[in-house]
């Protein structure tokens, strides 16, 4: 390719460059705005098939401890556990500093994490609890 249409080829580039970058930040904020719709829409849970994402109040029956874990030290155990990377053996440890035996944490594991499914309140919460938690 000769270097004079080369030297066009980028004077065209150059002046089209305006148009692009106009028409990019159009559709950016076309983008921000349908994002912002469908957060409102996930929010206010009108997408159909969608659980809502505030949730509004935890209902208190879904707080009840399971085998003797409330949701508070069930997020401060599994704080622990995730920042300290416990294995079965130290998770084990960990639970019976809290009186708990493996099948009572077993139990809790399972039960927590059922209830955490399509209720994004109850999960919420958790979420919640869990940053607040200092690990044991």
Do not use: C
């Amino acid at each position: 390719m000769g270097l004079f249409k080369q030297m066009k080829d980028m004077k065209n580039m150059v002046a089209a460059a305006p148009e692009m970058i106009e028409s990019a930040q159009t559709m950016s904020a076309q983008a921000k705005q349908f994002q912002n719709a469908q957060m409102g829409a996930m929010q206010a849970g009108t997408i159909p098939g969608m659980p809502a994402m505030s949730g509004g109040p935890v209902d208190s029956a879904k707080l009840a401890p399971i085998s003797g874990v409330s949701i508070e030290l069930y997020a401060q155990l599994a704080k622990t556990i995730g920042e300290q990377k416990l294995d079965t053996d130290g998770t084990t440890r960990l639970v019976g500093t809290q009186g708990l035996t493996s099948v009572q944490w077993d139990e809790a594991y399972e039960g927590w994490n059922a209830r955490f499914k399509n209720d994004m309140a109850l999960s919420t919460h958790f979420g919640l609890l869990y940053q607040q938690s200092a690990a044991l």
